[in-house]
T-cell receptor, first 118, second 114 residues
């Protein structure tokens, strides 16, 4: 069973460009979470999605950031008009559907996308 | 109330010693407390987790001690090895909540000296 996959692993953007980060959850997982980790800091929750629905976006900046998890395909975190302060590692995590097997509390993290804004 | 406070920020332990990392929380609605281990350039990996209905959980050299009344929990790494050198995050979440996000502590950078 492949783990959570994220791509690209490293992304360099100039100020004002768009960054698009992709996350493919583990097989059978329909809950996706995005976290941001600034250098030397812990992870901060951004958004929680289920297929085609945003469940909790309380950690998302109000502007420039958006996320989706379509019926088919990976979850996408989109950052428009990036600024230097967006430079961070962005981690995606997934967990199983509540009625399925496994511990629904456990989130499995991907390797992250390291975004650098020049 | 959503915070999880973690200490120390960094820790150096001799090989074979005991590493102890402490965390405290405020929100009594939290009922799942995982610890994550993160190596440089990698994502966090679940190490061990506990629920508040038990006071201790042990898996190999790793033990979580949980004090519900004090709202504190700690990670003990026995017989610490150089391969344990990593950043450790305590965390908390609410089970079966529509917003089951994980709240992370600020992390402890552990270095095990040979």
């Amino acid at each position: 069973n492949a783990g959570v996959m994220q791509n690209p692993r490293h992304l360099v953007r100039r100020r004002g460009q768009e960054a698009r980060l992709r996350c493919s959850p583990m097989k059978g997982h329909s809950h996706v979470y995005w976290y941001r980790q600034l250098p030397e800091e812990g992870l901060k929750f951004m958004v929680y999605l289920q297929k085609e629905n945003i469940i909790d976006e309380s950690g998302m900046p109000k502007e420039r950031f958006s996320a989706e998890f379509p019926k088919e395909g990976p979850s996408i975190l989109r950052i428009q008009q990036v600024v230097r302060g967006d430079s961070a590692a962005y981690f995606c995590a997934s967990s199983p559907f509540p009625s399925g097997a496994g511990n629904t509390d456990t989130q499995y993290f991907g390797p992250g996308t390291r975004l650098t804004v020049l | 109330q959503q915070q999880v406070k973690q200490s120390p920020q960094s820790l150096i332990v001799q090989k074979g010693g005991i590493s102890i990392i402490n965390c405290a929380y405020e929100n009594t609605a939290f009922d799942y407390f995982p610890w994550y281990q993160q190596f440089p350039g990698k994502g966090p990996a679940l190490l061990i987790a506990i629920r508040p209905d038990v006071s201790e959980k042990k898996e190999g050299r790793f033990t979580i001690s949980f004090n519900k009344s004090a709202k504190q929990f700690s990670l003990h790494i026995m017989d610490s090895q150089p391969g344990d050198s990593a950043t450790y995050f305590c965390a908390a979440s609410r089970s079966y909540s529509s917003a089951s996000k994980i709240i992370f502590g600020s992390g402890t950078r552990l270095s095990i000296r040979p």
